[in-house]
């Protein structure tokens, strides 16, 4: 089992900055790959950024040239560092550990971007 608790959502002007942190816990032992997810209501939830355990990141084309994605392996944490915010970035963004036994989920951080 993995726990997974995100944090650093909250409300941000277009144009600024937020990072979004998650911390894991658990057996991680069977995790491949870690990544951000964000979701809308009455929208799918979408991926944003991925890494794998061996630091290689994949981003959605929103996301690319704007947001990072970064991962420490001795902590069990993953952040993503978003630039230059648009109000379309609003979301509630959700944590992930992919495994071989399936997908861990956090509870979701909204960050909220004003025009």
């Known amino acids: 089992q993995v726990r997974l608790v995100e944090s650093g959502g909250g409300l941000v002007q277009s144009g600024g900055s937020r990072r979004l942190s998650c911390a894991a816990s658990?057996?991680?032992?069977?995790?491949?790959?870690m990544g951000w997810y964000r979701e809308v209501p009455g929208k799918e939830r979408e991926l944003v950024a991925v890494?794998?355990?061996?630091?290689?990141?994949n981003y959605a084309d929103s996301a690319k040239g704007r947001f990072t994605i970064s991962r420490d392996n001795a902590e069990n944490t993953v952040s993503l560092q978003m630039n230059s915010l648009k109000p379309e970035d609003t979301a509630t963004y959700y944590c992930n550990a992919h495994g071989t036994s399936g997908d861990y989920w956090g509870r979701g951080s909204l960050v909220a971007v004003s025009s």
């Open positions: 890494i794998t355990s061996g630091d290689k990141p």
């Open positions: 658990g057996n991680m032992a069977n995790i491949v790959a």
